[in-house]
């Protein structure tokens, strides 16, 4: 991967001759902060551990809920529970005046059964933190713990969300970043930027990878049911098979895609899933198919919806074919705002070197921290968390996911000095933003 283009010598600079873009989080802050981080290292990876130990699953983070919430509550921030189910706000009120940013973390696990080996495995039989949220409850809990010893330096409020249902709400319920927002997780101080983050496991620790624009994909999901005529193997012209026009509508289906949409727009089409026939000598009367597809632009995502029907229905229509079409559409691409970036490029430098920051290209998985950003300037970031000493190698959602534990000091300061930044920008950004 590049390393970002803006060095930071280019950055000093820039603030040298706009100090209004210097950033909040000089060099006694900065120690100050390395300080605090060191004090909690030891209780936080203890708290991370226990939750490995408990997950639980989406709507469902009772015990994962409780611990959080007591924890801010013994911080002394103003703790809201049962957001969204589960979900958890604490808000901590600065010293000084100003507005309020939020940061935010997912709480749900999986239904996979690890296999690490760790002591701290999973008791959950069937459920694990696969996707590391647990770190990223983690790190955001320690960030408020050492924020709360630096009241003064804070230039507004910060609210911290712990959001359950990330991956998904079980079937027939409502969750997630969706219903968060529906329930005024943004208002009541209203909120002007948000911040969240991801741990990436095929980069080392201590690796920080970012860009502005889209880095994840929106994602929505499809079904196609093809209705022809059964007939005789034997005998095709007698039928409408379905098997075939279902293959047509899949080459179709890329070919005008591909034609139809701007080629720098990418558009990931994924059929995983067919079903169709009885018999190997019965023209199929049915076939059913089901996919996915992820987009980097809100505008693309809503074409794809549009050109899909019409494909499927001048493959159908003309052979006497009927269909149904099901287009559901999930999250839309994660939006990192680009002038929320460029000002707190230099937080990122200062928090683990110059180095250490690569750009990130887009990803086409998809997180629901873009229903946030799609309302609010958001500032979305990866977290390398990969050491092939600790054999800390293992992707993300596999049943051997372990990532390197060093990460959670490092998501820590980095957040410190992000947030803290963002309030000291807050007349170069969010001044519009209502108290």
Not at 87 to 108: C, K, N, P
Request: net charge neutral; with cysteine.
């Amino acid at each position: 991967m590049k390393k970002l283009k803006l060095t930071l010598f280019s950055i000093l600079i820039y603030g040298f001759i706009f100090p209004s873009f210097c950033t909040a989080v000089d060099k006694i802050t900065s120690q100050l902060i390395s300080k605090e981080i060191k004090k909690i290292e030891s209780e936080i990876i203890r708290i991370r551990r226990f939750l490995h130990i408990n997950p639980e699953l989406s709507n469902r983070e009772y015990q994962t809920s409780n611990l959080i919430a007591s924890k801010l509550m013994a911080l002394g921030l103003d703790v809201q529970t049962e957001v969204a189910k589960t979900g958890v706000i604490g808000l901590l009120r600065g010293d000084q005046e100003g507005f309020t940013i939020a940061v935010r973390s997912d709480m749900d696990a999986l239904p996979i059964q690890e296999r690490t080996g760790v002591t701290y495995q999973s008791l959950n039989n069937g459920v694990m933190h696969a996707c590391g949220h647990d770190v990223h409850m983690a790190v955001v809990l320690g960030t408020a713990m050492v924020l709360k010893t630096l009241k003064n330096k804070i230039r507004g409020n910060i609210k911290f969300i712990f959001q359950p249902a990330e991956e998904g709400p079980p079937a027939g319920e409502k969750g997630g970043a969706s219903l968060m927002i529906e329930e005024g997780v943004l208002k009541n101080p209203s909120v002007g930027a948000i911040f969240g983050f991801h741990v990436w496991p095929y980069k080392e620790v201590g690796s920080v990878l970012f860009s502005p624009g889209s880095i994840m994909a929106g994602s929505d999901r499809f079904r196609i049911l093809v209705k022809g005529k059964s007939a005789h193997g034997a005998m095709p012209h007698e039928g409408i098979d379905a098997v075939d026009l279902s293959a047509q509508i899949i080459l179709n289906i890329r070919t005008v895609t591909n034609r139809s949409i701007d080629p720098t727009f990418p558009v990931v089409i994924s059929f995983g899933k067919i079903e169709g026939g009885k018999r190997a000598n019965i023209i199929a009367e049915q076939v059913a198919m089901e996919g996915t597809v992820r987009t980097l632009d809100k505008n693309t995502q809503t074409k794809v919806k549009r050109l899909m029907e019409d494909v499927i229905h001048g493959t159908a229509f003309p052979v006497g074919a009927a269909y149904e079409f099901e287009y559901t559409t999930g999250t839309p691409p994660v939006y990192n705002h680009p002038e929320l970036a460029r000002l707190l490029y230099p937080s990122l430098y200062s928090a683990v070197g110059e180095e250490n920051v690569e750009e990130l290209k887009p990803v086409m998985v998809a997180e629901d921290f873009s229903e946030y950003s799609q309302i609010i300037p958001g500032f979305y970031f990866f977290l390398g968390v990969k050491n092939p000493e600790k054999n800390t190698i293992y992707p993300l959602h596999s049943p051997y996911f372990n990532p390197d534990e060093n990460c959670i000091p490092i998501g820590i300061k980095i957040m410190c000095h992000l947030l803290l930044d963002c309030l000291q920008q807050q007349e170069n950004f969010i001044e519009q933003i209502p108290k």
